[in-house]
């Protein structure tokens, strides 16, 4: 059988068409990964880690930003400065276009939820992003300890003598976080 290694060898007669040869098919194969690294990351880049690589050193965490500078009227995040159209400043400013609606739905869900896991857990897990991203997995939809394996609703049932209230909440926001932190 013959092999792309061996023709290179065949129709090269020089050590330096060798040379050329073993580059050029290097780089194509550079190329490749880039494009299919980039096709990947597009489809699912980690919003929270887009935040922190693009916004954090302005804006601060996500969250507090959200909750501190914007505001929700009649189901619309609405900015201090860019009432009417959050979505097309954010296109302006950093965010592809691919990751606008996203970004906004986030921080739209941030703007309206309370600070309750930095509150109450983050002592223990950091922030929520942090802790979806090292202790849960999403199967099915349904959000799952890594370490346990089992559904995270089951686990908070018998985890921080958590009332009902508090499960539902936090198994909510957890699998938000998990789908922004994991998205397909």
């Not at 194509?28 to 980690?46: F, H, P, Q, Y």
């Not at 505001?71 to 619309?76: A, K, M, P, R, T």
């Not at 942090?130 to 890594?146: D, K, P, T, V």
């Amino acid at each position: 059988m013959l092999t792309l290694s061996a023709l290179s060898l065949h129709w090269c007669k020089t050590e330096e068409q060798i040379t050329m040869r073993v580059n050029l098919k290097s780089f194509i194969l550079w190329i490749a990964a880039m494009l299919l690294t980039t096709a990947t990351e597009a489809a699912g880049i980690d919003l929270h880690l887009m935040w922190d690589d693009r916004c954090f050193a302005c804006h601060g965490h996500s969250a507090e930003f959200a909750r501190r500078f914007l505001s929700v009227s009649n189901g619309e995040l609405q900015g201090r400065h860019h009432v009417h159209d959050l979505r097309r400043f954010m296109h302006n400013h950093y965010v592809a276009d691919s990751n606008v609606d996203a970004v906004y739905n986030m921080l739209l869900q941030q703007a309206s939820t309370q600070a309750r896991f930095k509150d109450n857990c983050s002592r223990c897990h950091e922030s929520a992003a942090i802790f979806a991203r090292r202790s849960l997995e999403l199967r099915n939809g349904e959000l799952y300890g890594r370490n346990s394996g089992l559904p995270v609703r089951r686990f908070l049932d018998n985890h921080g003598a958590l009332d009902q209230e508090e499960v539902d909440f936090f198994t909510r926001l957890l699998t938000r976080v998990a789908h922004e932190v994991y998205r397909p």
